[in-house]
């Protein structure tokens, strides 16, 4: 349908574009022969201007020739035709993929030789097709990449033009980008050229491609504001690109030093209302001057995550959001933007960057995740929209970079990419039908992304309306597709059927879903129940949350409240007991390894006695017997 819609628009026919594709790529390699001539000929090394005429000439002729819709089909035609040339290959090497697998293994535990071969999504990079070779990863010193750089430009102006149409012209002033190690690797550095030239900073290659130094993009040329960043990187990405971190450290303050004349310098704003925020605070004006800049930030302690899932879930730890947020900035605010501050954590350093920030942008760049069905994406991109509220007083934008389409990467509103994962997957009915042909894991997926549409709800509740949880609702409880959804969990895993309805009635119970009180009734009456036939699953919601239990309780008959109850107090009893159990055998065994050890230690102190003595009587000994002669 696409390429039908595109060879109406171009008026070419798939022939004629593939003519046009081969043209267009013996017009380049003809340039690049011209030019590389010249370089060769000892004549200069840049072209003559008379060469650089001709070549004018023939890109100006083509141009013309060529419309940019016609280019376009082109292009997509070649790529189609590629992608279907490949199609056996790919499948064929899949196939041989798991005999490659063994024979890899038994060959490295021989001592042989594993062939290399590059890494990632296979959709992305086909490339790693045979398996059973030693992937690599990315030698981070050459990120962000020359294809990256271009990237990240395009996703940057992307990012700008789309909060210029939401905010009446305006462009933000700062933006918060995640960096995750997996896409750092798959696009190679994308998302770090997009947080650079935010910051109007271009990469510097070295002879070898790698990139150690930056240099300023003039204000002229930018044609905008330099507007501000703040870095929050993953445990995975730290480890594996500290010097990338670094490189935007660098590039922060350079910006921040530019004397810009044509537009206004946001960077050098934002380092003033960072100082002034430290200084609010009661941090001495030497260290707020220099901390003032600091804009990357990671976990605590070396750690890999936020430590926010298990508050966040656990509805009765916490009343206002807040609190998540203050938990959020304390577990996420060590400073990692340059050897010397490396790891270490200084007072209100995370909250001063984060003032000003109007954008949060996360990377997408799988295809076997979304914003609802992977929990770190709340976890992370939540978590920092939630601690930008906190500091700014007010929610802002939140971006998702896709890059699953190499040929179309693309800025994508985290609303937008929530309602069409959720009614492509879980309001799906022919997605639900396939689903359920599957096992018990297959029924907890949707457990997964109930929990994680409530995760986006405690995170940034404009994303999550209330329509979403009503169409759950009917999709699972009412079964408006005749699905057989109760029996469908009840056979395969009823303790998914509990986690569903336990998550919903905690999100009425907070506030953040108008429900109706017949469907909180019916809720209630089936999680009960399903509860009293199947005995408690006992996750974070279904057992260990006292206010949840009591709002359940409280809308079914007391009759049933009290076995419900009963039930969940066996089961809690019962663990209980049992971390009791495993509390004293740890201690009897700790207890026989110190006595044990007691005892060696014992034994080898009177040994050792015992020679000293030895060696002392000899010695006296000698020397008596050495004065007598």
């Keep these: 349908s696409a390429m039908r819609t595109l060879m109406s628009k171009s008026g070419m026919s798939s022939e004629k574009a593939l003519e046009l594709a081969r043209k267009m790529g013996a017009d380049e390699a003809a340039l690049k022969k011209m030019e590389a001539a010249m370089k060769n000929g000892g004549k200069s090394s840049s072209m003559t201007s008379g060469t650089k005429g001709k070549v004018s000439g023939m890109m100006g002729m083509r141009q013309q020739e060529i419309s940019r819709r016609q280019i376009d089909f082109a292009t997509a035609v070649t790529e189609v035709e590629r992608s279907l040339n490949n199609v ?308 802002p934008d939140a971006y998702l970079s896709d890059y699953r389409n190499r040929n179309n990467v693309r800025m994508q509103e985290v609303k937008e990419a929530i309602g069409v994962e959720s009614r492509t997957t879980i309001l799906n009915p022919h997605y639900i039908r396939n689903k359920m042909k599957g096992g018990a894991g297959d029924a907890a997926v949707f457990a997964d992304i109930v929990r994680n549409t409530y995760g986006w709800n405690v995170m940034k509740p404009d994303v999550i309306d209330n329509e979403l949880w009503n169409d759950i609702y009917s999709t699972y409880i009412d079964d408006k597709y005749n699905l057989g959804t109760k029996d469908y969990f009840a056979s395969r895993n009823p303790a998914a059927l509990e986690e569903i309805t336990a998550v919903m009635l905690e999100t009425a119970r907070k506030g953040m879903w108008n429900a109706s009180q017949d469907k909180i009734k019916k809720l209630a009456e089936l999680h009960t129940g399903i509860v009293e036939e199947y005995r408690p699953s006992c996750s974070g919601f279904v057992c260990d949350n006292s206010k949840l239990r009591d709002y359940i309780s409280a809308n079914v008959p007391a009759e049933v409240a009290e076995r419900y109850n009963n039930n969940i107090g066996d089961i809690r009893a019962e663990s209980i007991r049992a971390d009791n159990d495993g509390m004293v055998m740890q201690k009897e065994e700790v207890g026989t390894v110190d006595k044990i050890t007691s005892n060696i230690n014992g034994i080898m102190v009177g040994v050792m006695v015992a020679i000293s003595v030895a060696l002392m009587v000899i010695l006296v000994r000698k020397r008596k017997k050495q004065t007598e002669e």
């Design 88 to 395: 056996n290959a790919y499948a064929d090497a899949l196939r041989s993929s798991p005999e490659a697998e063994l024979t890899s293994l038994v060959n490295a535990l021989n001592g042989g030789y594993i062939s290399p071969s590059s890494g990632g999504d296979p959709v992305l990079n086909p490339n790693v097709l045979p398996t059973g070779r030693n992937m690599f990863a990315i030698n981070a010193e050459e990120t962000p990449s020359s294809v990256a750089w271009e990237k990240g430009k395009m996703l940057a102006e992307s990012t700008i033009d789309m909060y210029r149409k939401a905010h009446g012209d305006s462009v933000p002033r700062k933006v918060s980008y995640t960096l995750w190690s997996s896409e750092f690797i798959e696009t190679e550095g994308a998302t770090i050229a997009q947080a650079l030239y935010m910051l109007g900073v271009e990469p510097v290659r070295d002879p070898f491609g790698r990139v150690n130094d930056l240099k300023l993009i003039p204000s002229e040329e930018l044609g905008r504001p330099r507007i501000d960043v703040v870095i929050q990187t993953s445990g995975q990405l730290r480890d594996l690109a500290a010097s990338r971190l670094f490189l935007i450290s660098r590039a922060v303050k350079m910006a921040a030093e530019a004397d810009d004349k044509a537009y206004p310098n946001y960077v050098a704003e934002g380092v003033v209302e960072s100082e002034r925020h430290l200084v609010d605070k009661g941090i001495s004006p030497k260290e707020a001057r220099e901390l003032s800049t600091a804009r990357v930030f990671g976990g605590v302690n070396g750690n890999y995550g936020s430590g926010i899932q298990g508050m966040v879930e656990a509805g009765d730890r916490w009343e206002n959001s807040s609190e998540i947020a203050e938990t959020y900035i304390n577990n996420m605010g060590a400073v990692y933007g340059s050897e010397e501050d490396w790891e270490k954590v200084y007072d209100y350093a995370f909250e001063a960057a984060l003032t000003r920030t109007e954008v949060v942008v996360q990377p997408r760049q799988s295809n076997t995740w979304g914003a609802l069905s992977l929990d770190h994406v709340y976890e992370f991109m939540g978590g920092m929209n939630l601690a930008v509220r906190n500091v700014t007083g007010k929610d």
